[in-house]
């Protein structure tokens, strides 16, 4: 049982100073941390100069240890009992000959050398470490640890050792270990190409599916009927004639969370890498002011170079005051009418040194954060996605065709999370089961006409291992045969739907892989716009957005990238977070109530480096109205283009939702008006001062690549470096 501090108490002590609530007026929750997101506290400071410790609950029974947000108590190595290696198929005595073999190919593929050799080099490498792997998996994180030293793959100053603490058996090791086993190796086979193309060392395989494959896939319907297309386009219309502002629904979209229970005040905020990787915490330095092994678990103040503030700073993820305030701040816009309902697209947990990572970090984060959200919407439903830090070891997803019973490995992780969210009222029994049997994905209607259908995009992220088993197979793990399904049922419904994911298949496609956001790009154009509304993702932690396009063949490559052939497009949420230079951040949507096109949002922030000099903490503020701010097509109505439809003036009219024909003439009014590129580079990090504006052509040409680019090998086929302005 922890220490309980009782609401009743410490509810006096808050003392909301809050403004009513308009564009251009300043919200500031207050000073103190809103106990009420909380029935009690493992720690609870009087003053802001340590962070508050909820105690948190576990469902079924019992608390989450305080040791998890302890700044004090950081985990100093991996959690052992967590470990899941592959099962052993046969021994070999060569085992030493094995391991000197992968040795070399580490230490050749460091000399460098000829492109197409050093490709070979790694292939057989691998090839090695499989047999290796069946022979004996226990060995297989050793090796790797051995690897990463030779490599520097955590350069050189890391003071602790990084590359044994990683490949740990229950951290990175454990997962290669069954990528070795259950991988294909062998000869020419593709699962070594991929993993040696990530690794720089081969080319990247081809995306394209064959049409007998998509003929199969969408067994045999590969477009939708006229009927149905008819249907939509006079739903659109009716819309578009009858459209009521008043009726918007609103909508919250948040993403990247990432709370900080770590955080500790007064720690290093402008860390270099030592014994930790992350600045904020006890055991974070700055080696140029400190450079010998942490003593008594913390830096003395006097070889601190900028002291970590009580609401956050742009190198650390949120502190719980940071995520206290935004939370009023999202009461607070949403006022009496609150929200209709809330879509969070990913990412509770802290980013730290991966062993600093277990079970309960994660289950504790999301307990935590869907609790207090569930404090501050009420009743409406709160629909999320499973970020890659919503696991442990994170980024790490296994499909449930692995044998051994190792499938089912991360079933602690989707099972917790569909009793909690069913607990807290946002899915029914059915919802609940779709979580479970589908990598915490789901497909749930809301309203009636409304389907969300939530992804695990751990699927088609390049750092999950597990999708380098059987790569070939764009869908080993069955999350889009599922979100197929469910499209096909819905296109029969006639319902309008939205699909959820933490990180986008596109944009500059260094995200993701070549088959599986190809795939979605395929499924999206299949049921794209009659069914699919809209995209949201978030992980980047920046405010953008990618448009789809009609794909004309396997691969999306071939597809025209022309507005006429825009069919939705996919909004990416900045974060909470301030963590990667950028100011915390969320928006709400309007959303029509019969075809849940989106017909605009507002934006909302608090700028960081106001945090130090406020005496009230952060001062949440309207960044931009998205209709405003990108709405006017005076460029393109000067050349002679009308934008694709008819527009108010310059301006979109009022009756047509910011839909993919939008934001694709959008790039092209960008094209024309480089001021507006200057805008949205802007508003991607929220007005922070430490992002460099995209202003020179080679960077607006890039970023209006990405903004066309809904896979992996579109984004590659942009200039690259400008996926980010930070
Ligand atoms: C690189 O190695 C390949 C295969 O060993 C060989 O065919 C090719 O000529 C070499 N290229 C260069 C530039 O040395
Ligand atoms: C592995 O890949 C090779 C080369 O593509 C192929 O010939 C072989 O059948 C594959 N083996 C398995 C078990 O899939
Ligand atoms: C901490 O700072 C003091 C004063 O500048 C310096 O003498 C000392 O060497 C520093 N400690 C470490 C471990 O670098
Ligand atoms: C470390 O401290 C020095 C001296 O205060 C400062 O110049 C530097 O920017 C700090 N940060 C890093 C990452 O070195
Ligand atoms: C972190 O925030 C504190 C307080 O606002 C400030 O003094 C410090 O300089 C910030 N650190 C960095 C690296 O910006
Ligand atoms: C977007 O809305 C406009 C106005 O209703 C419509 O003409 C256009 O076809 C829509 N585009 C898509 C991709 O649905
Ligand atoms: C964001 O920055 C711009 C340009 O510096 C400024 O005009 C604007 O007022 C800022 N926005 C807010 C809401 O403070």
Same mark, same amino acid.
Not at 54 to 62: K, V
Not at 374 to 392: D, I, M, Q, W, Y
Not at 591 to 603: G, K, L, S
């Given at each position: ?43 609870m400071p009087s003053k802001p100069t340590a962070e508050p410790r909820p105690a948190i609950p576990r469902l079924g029974g019992g608390w989450f240890p305080d040791s998890l947000n302890n700044p004090t108590e950081l985990p100093s190595r991996p959690p052992a009992s967590e470990a899941v290696l592959p099962a052993p198929l046969h021994g070999t005595r060569q085992v030493k000959t094995l391991i000197d073999d992968v040795m070399? =190919? ?36 050793? #090796? ?13 100053? =890391? ?65 939708? +009927? ?12 009716r819309a578009v004639a009858d459209f009521d502002a008043s009726a918007l629904l609103p909508v919250l979209h948040l993403s990247d969370l990432h709370v900080d229970g770590r955080y500790m005040v007064g720690s290093e905020s402008d860390c270099t890498f030592g014994e930790t990787r992350y600045c904020c915490h006890s055991l974070s330095a700055n080696s140029t002011l400190y450079s010998k092994p942490i003593k008594h678990g ?24 940071? *995520? ?5 701040? *999202? ?50 439903? #709160? ?85 380098? *088993? ?6 080993? +793990? ?15 419904r006639g319902e309008r739907v939205w699909i959820m994911g933490h990180v986008a298949t596109g944009w500059d496609g260094s995200q993701s892989l070549e088959k599986p956001s190809n795939l979605f790009y395929q499924i999206v154009s299949r049921f794209a716009p009659h069914t699919i509304a809209a995209i949201f993702f978030g992980h980047t932690h920046q405010d953008h957005f990618s448009v789809f396009y009609r794909a004309t ?15 939705? #497009? ?27 096109? *989106? ?64 934001? +694709? ?27 460099? =504006? ?33």
């Amino acid at each position: 049982m922890p220490r309980v501090f009782l609401l009743s108490v410490l509810g006096a002590c808050f003392l909301a100073v809050v403004h009513a609530w308009s564009q251009g007026t300043p919200v500031t929750p207050g000073p103190a941390f809103p106990t009420s997101l909380f029935s009690s506290m493992y720690y609870m400071p009087s003053k802001p100069t340590a962070e508050p410790r909820p105690a948190i609950p576990r469902l079924g029974g019992g608390w989450f240890p305080d040791s998890l947000n302890n700044p004090t108590e950081l985990p100093s190595r991996p959690p052992a009992s967590e470990a899941v290696l592959p099962a052993p198929l046969h021994g070999t005595r060569q085992v030493k000959t094995l391991i000197d073999d992968v040795m070399n =190919a580490a230490h050749q593929l460091v000399r460098g050398g000829n492109s197409s050799l050093l490709c070979n080099v790694c292939r057989t490498g691998l090839s090695t470490l499989q047999t290796l792997a069946h022979a004996d998996p226990e060995l297989v994180p050793g #090796v790797l640890t051995g690897v990463c030293r030779t490599l520097k793959l955590f350069g050189k100053t =890391a003071l602790s050792d990084q590359c044994a603490l990683t490949f740990d058996r229950a951290m990175f090791g454990g997962p290669i270990a069954q990528v070795m086993s259950y991988g294909n190796f062998s000869g020419e086979a593709p699962d070594a190409t991929l993993v040696c193309a990530a690794a720089t060392f081969c080319e990247r395989p081809s995306e394209a599916l064959s049409d007998a494959f998509l003929h199969d896939w969408f067994r045999g319907s590969r477009a939708p +009927s006229k009927a149905t297309v008819a249907r939509w386009r006079a739903k659109q219309a009716r819309a578009v004639a009858d459209f009521d502002a008043s009726a918007l629904l609103p909508v919250l979209h948040l993403s990247d969370l990432h709370v900080d229970g770590r955080y500790m005040v007064g720690s290093e905020s402008d860390c270099t890498f030592g014994e930790t990787r992350y600045c904020c915490h006890s055991l974070s330095a700055n080696s140029t002011l400190y450079s010998k092994p942490i003593k008594h678990g913390t830096v003395p103040r006097a070889n601190i170079s900028a002291p970590a503030g009580y609401w956050g700073n742009y190198t650390c993820d949120a502190p719980w005051s940071l *995520i206290g305030s935004a939370m009023e701040a *999202i009461r607070h816009v949403g006022g009496k009418r609150g929200y209709e309902l809330a879509l969070f697209t990913g990412d509770l947990t802290v980013h730290d040194d991966l062993f600093r990572y277990s079970h309960d970090l994660v289950l504790y984060s999301a307990q935590a954060l869907f609790g207090a959200l569930k404090g501050v919407l009420g009743r409406a439903p #709160v629909f999320s996605t499973l970020g890659n830090h919503e696991t442990s070891p994170e980024n790490f997803y296994a499909p449930h065709k692995l044998p051994d019973g190792r499938g089912h490995q991360f079933d602690w992780d989707s099972d917790y999370l569909a009793g909690l969210w069913r607990s807290l009222g946002w899915l029914d029994a059915d919802g609940e089961q779709d979580v479970r049997k589908h990598y915490g994905g789901f497909s749930v209607s809301p309203r009636h006409g409304l389907r969300v259908i939530s992804m695990n995009s751990d699927f088609w992220y390049f750092v999950n291992v597990f999708n380098y *088993i059987h790569s070939t197979n764009p869908d080993l +793990s069955g999350m889009f045969r599922f979100l197929t399904d469910e499209l096909f049922e819905a296109e029969a419904r006639g319902e309008r739907v939205w699909i959820m994911g933490h990180v986008a298949t596109g944009w500059d496609g260094s995200q993701s892989l070549e088959k599986p956001s190809n795939l979605f790009y395929q499924i999206v154009s299949r049921f794209a716009p009659h069914t699919i509304a809209a995209i949201f993702f978030g992980h980047t932690h920046q405010d953008h957005f990618s448009v789809f396009y009609r794909a004309t063949s396997g691969r999306s490559t071939d597809a025209p990238r022309h507005t006429s052939g825009a069919v939705t #497009v996919a909004l990416n949420a900045p974060s909470v977070t301030p963590e990667t230079n950028v100011n915390p951040s969320f928006r709400v949507y309007y959303v029509d109530p019969h075809t849940y096109d *989106i017909y605009d949002w507002d934006q909302y922030y608090t700028d960081v480096d106001t945090f130090a000099a406020s005496a009230h903490g952060p001062v949440w503020h309207h960044l931009y109205n998205a209709r405003d701010t990108y709405g006017d097509f005076r460029a393109s109505v000067q050349d002679g283009h009308v934008a694709h439809v008819a527009l108010d003036g310059t301006r979109w009219p009022r009756g047509a939702p910011l839909n993919a024909t939008f934001w +694709s003439a959008l790039t092209e009014e960008m094209q024309a008006r480089p001021e507006l590129m200057t805008t949205f580079s802007r508003l991607q990090s929220r007005n922070s001062s430490r992002a460099n =504006a995209c202003t020179k052509q080679d960077c607006r040409h890039a970023v209006l690549c990405y903004m066309r680019s809904g896979t992996a090998a579109q984004g590659r086929s942009c200039p690259s470096g400008f996926g980010s302005v930070v």
